[in-house]
């Protein structure tokens, strides 16, 4: 039989859900390609994922938040990823939702909510694990604002680029991404 070829795509939680329950083919993996096997899903505690990662033979256990990744900001040889078969049919993920989801790590990013001083409410706050607004949970967060920001600079961007002719765009999304690597 012949092995099919992986292509390694960053950890989504759905997908990992569907790959552990045996619903589509594939695997969980670490950055540095050792397995992962998910045992438990909603942990109370910050990092909501544990894993037991293979180490030559043992396993030792990790936990990770939603997006698998160890560290808020940089990469990590454990950081959790999932692959699936080159020829898996998979759901394009729509505008809103990756709009979504870089408004979520933004949040992240500039409040630090899984970082040294995170506060208590992850699991409330809807920029985390919650469906509650940032200002329910803690008076002196002020993410809700900043994700106006965030909506308004998306929008205006979006705006900006479908107001120039596309090859014009192409090249300025081109030129963005180069200067941000």
């Given at each position: 039989m012949?092995?099919?070829?992986?292509?390694?795509l960053?950890?989504?939680?759905?997908?990992?859900k569907?790959?552990?329950?045996?619903?589509?083919?594939?695997?969980?993996?670490?950055r540095?390609?050792?397995?992962?096997?998910?045992?438990?899903?909603?942990?109370?505690?910050?990092?909501?994922?544990?894993?037991?990662?293979n180490?030559?033979?043992?396993?030792?256990?990790?936990?990770?938040?939603?997006?698998?990744?160890?560290?808020l900001?940089?990469?990590?040889?454990?950081?959790?990823?999932?692959?699936?078969?080159?020829d898996?049919?998979?759901k394009?993920?729509?505008?809103?939702?990756?709009?979504?989801?870089?408004?979520?790590?933004?949040?992240?990013?500039?409040?630090?909510?899984?970082?040294?001083?995170?506060?208590?409410?992850?699991?409330y706050?809807?920029?985390?694990?919650?469906?509650?607004?940032?200002?329910?949970?803690?008076?002196?967060c002020?993410?809700?604002?900043f994700?106006?920001?965030?909506?308004?600079?998306w929008?205006?961007c979006?705006?900006h680029?479908?107001?120039i002719?596309?090859?014009?765009?192409?090249?300025?999304?081109?030129?963005s991404v180069?200067?941000?690597?």
């Open positions: 012949k092995s099919k070829r992986l292509k390694r960053p950890f989504n939680i759905e997908l990992a569907k790959i552990t329950d045996g619903e589509i083919e594939g695997q969980i993996t670490t540095d390609g050792r397995s992962a096997r998910i045992i438990c899903w909603n942990a109370k505690n910050d990092n909501s994922i544990i894993a037991l990662i180490d030559d033979g043992t396993e030792c256990i990790e936990s990770y938040p939603s997006d698998g990744l160890i560290f900001q940089g990469e990590s040889n454990i950081d959790l990823f999932v692959e699936i078969p080159d898996c049919p998979r394009k993920s729509s505008k809103i939702e990756t709009k979504e989801e870089m408004l979520r790590k933004a949040v992240h990013n500039e409040y630090l909510c899984y970082g040294k001083y995170a506060c208590g409410e992850r699991a706050c809807r920029f985390c694990d919650g469906t509650n607004s940032a200002n329910d949970c803690v008076d002196s002020f993410a809700e604002e994700s106006l920001g965030f909506m308004a600079g929008d205006a979006l705006k680029l479908g107001d002719p596309w090859d014009k765009a192409i090249d300025e999304i081109v030129e180069k200067g941000n690597k």
